[in-house]
């Protein structure tokens, strides 16, 4: 393989900066950390938000997107104890949104929200002086701006630190989306399979909603495949007897097939994968998350933050601009591929949260996907992935009161997610603006 397809994902796609340049004493540690006090299963508001969690209220819009493909005209929401009860055509509402149009609050599949830039304006490490309370506090920050773009619901891969930020959000001490994590991946090949089942047990009694395996290497040395399918099948069918979903990252298309032989839920990135590959993935119901474009330009557009910062250089750089018409064509293959599962996950980084939704813009103007499709992804379809239908994703009676509205109709005109004016979350509303066309984008 060319040095600059080697490369080609150096950056973009790596675990968590504490991950990458912490040392494995530190992450053996980790790994050990007793468990977490018992987590609140009830969300309440933080500060600032606008309670209606317990009262009946709501929303009227003249468009109404069910996150299921079908659209509805001048329609109300009717929101009790933080559930959707009713939808219906009444004129009055205790939000009239106008001209907007109303959708399920969206999903991201993969978001990394503790990355984010210190206060020099780099990246934040392990080792660049910001101390732990700095390091919350501007992680709390990346999930306020996820939140107020739109965002709900995501999955965060990767950090031991997103328990704490998820138990905040949860306990509605800090506005946030609803967060799943794996806290510490799995990326040591050189453990037996007895000891990897045994680590997802200590996951689970950490806390972990998920659990996140690196069964290949960077894009940088090929991606070529590290754990075996014995390993791989260890982990994930230790994680599906102790009721946990797996997500693999995955660049070669041996890794690929070697996890969804071994029964593992997601597979991320797969950015060398066979047509072959993917039809398989179809035939055994695997979940696919490729990536379209947000990861790969957030880097290129904050490169003075990143560069210098362990592999962050002028050839990953390089290969990270070569990357992005391959994404777009693994992309295009995986959507014509009969019967696929996909998921929406950006892959989000430090300066890219609050923007989770430019990857709908992606699918449609790069790709070539319809907009109701690119929508379905971020709702629906993404609750299917994350095994979380019967509570999110669509607006049906019976599910969460998470709602979002933007300005313009998102199903003729894509870049209508740009432009988020309200959100709600498990009913409690967190945003509600009518700025100019510039607010909010």
Known sequence: MASASAALLAVALLPSPA?????????????????????????APAAGAARADTATVSIRAARMFDGRGHVLRDARVVVREGKIVGVDHEKTATYDLGDMTLLPGFIDAHNHEYWHFNPKGRLHTDRDGEDSVQAELSAAGEAWKTLRGGFTTIQSPGSPEDRDLRDWIDAGRIPGPRILTSLEPFFDDRLPPDSLRKLVDVRKKQGADVIKIFASESIRTGGRQTFSEAQLRALCGEAKAQGLRTMVHAHSDASVRAAVHAGCDQIEHGIFIADSTLRLMARTGTHFDPQCGLVFHNYLDHWSHFDGIGNYNAEGKAAMEKAIPRALEVFKRALGTPGLKLAYGTDAVAGAHGHEAEDMVCLVQQVGADPVRALELATSENAKALGM?????????????????????????????????????????????????????
């Open 19 to 43: 991950t990458l340049l912490g040392s494995p004493a530190a992450l053996r540690a980790r790994a050990a950390s007793p468990p977490p006090a018992a987590r609140s299963t009830r969300s």
């Open 389 to 441: 239908a019967d509570r999110i994703g669509a607006i049906t009676p019976g599910l969460d009161a998470d709602l979002v509205a933007v300005a313009g109709d998102p199903t003729t005109d894509i870049t209508a997610v740009r432009r988020v004016r309200f959100v709600m979350k498990g009913g409690t509303v967190y945003r509600n603006t009518r700025g100019d066309a510039g607010e909010g984008s």
